[in-house]
Antibody
Framework: EVQLVESGGGLVQPGRSLKLSCLASGFTFSNYGMNWIRQAPGKGLEWVASISSSSSYIYYADTVKGRFTISRDNAKNTLYLQMTSLRSEDTALYYC??????????WGQGASVTVSS | DIQMTQSPASLSASPEEIVTITCQASQDIGNWLAWYQQKPGKSPQLLIYSATSLADGIPSRFSGSRSGTQYSLKISRLQVEDTGIYYCLQRYSNPWTFGGGTKLELK
């Protein structure tokens, strides 16, 4: 069974940093691209960042470019999102999702990030 | 950026009815369109990929279609468990963009 488990969320002050992790199991992690998608409270889905299976290709939404860094450790089956210079508008539930069939086919349960003083 | 305009924003329907949700792409995206269902308090679940292909384990009463740059999700024989918010997603070009969502309620 494919499982994606996010961790590392929490309450953080504006301007500070936070690092999310996503532990994958039930599939060969190193064969798949991965994504981060977020959902602000009561709002829709927003794609944040993507990384290819070997980290050769990385893409970011303009809203996070220069502040967030996506990375992965295939030996640890783990995806990361390093978030710096956090703003109140970054408050959201952050999902990691696997790439397959050209879409995000499996999602984690999400990690909550609240940016507030 | 490609804009995905989804409609309606909300709808209410009765069990066994047929409902259709649409997404209009701001430019050609080919068949790079997916549909997701998000039930309250849950993660999104893939329903349809490549505009018309049914994802694993999804009932056949869900179907997707395309007419030019307009994409539709049809749910036949609506069930109570179909309550939720439905999103389209374009994966034709970066940045990947979602539609604004359609909230489906059962009467």
């Amino acid at each position: 069974e494919v499982q994606l488990v996010e961790s590392g969320g929490g309450l953080v002050q504006p301007g500070r940093s936070l690092k999310l992790s996503c532990l994958a199991s039930g599939f060969t992690f190193s064969n798949y691209g991965m994504n981060w998608i977020r959902q602000a409270p009561g709002k829709g889905l927003e794609w944040v960042a993507s990384i290819s299976s070997s980290s050769s290709y990385i893409y970011y939404a303009d809203t996070v470019k220069g502040r967030f860094t996506i990375s992965r450790d295939n030996a640890k089956n783990t995806l990361y999102l390093q978030m710096t210079s956090l703003r109140s508008e970054d408050t959201a539930l952050y999902y990691c999702a696997r790439d397959r069939l050209g879409v995000m086919d499996a999602w984690g349960q999400g990690a909550s990030v609240t940016v507030s003083s | 950026d490609i804009q995905m305009t989804q409609s309606p924003a909300s709808l209410s329907a009765s069990p066994e009815e047929i409902v259709t949700i649409t997404c209009q792409a701001s430019q050609d995206i080919g068949n790079w369109l997916a549909w997701y269902q998000q039930k309250p308090g849950k993660s999104p679940q893939l329903l349809i990929y490549s505009a018309t292909s049914l994802a694993d384990g999804i009932p056949s009463r869900f179907s997707g279609s395309r007419s030019g740059t307009q994409y539709s999700l049809k749910i036949s024989r609506l069930q109570v468990e179909d309550t939720g918010i439905y999103y389209c997603l374009q994966r034709y070009s970066n940045p990947w963009t979602f539609g604004g969502g359609t909230k489906l309620e059962l009467k």
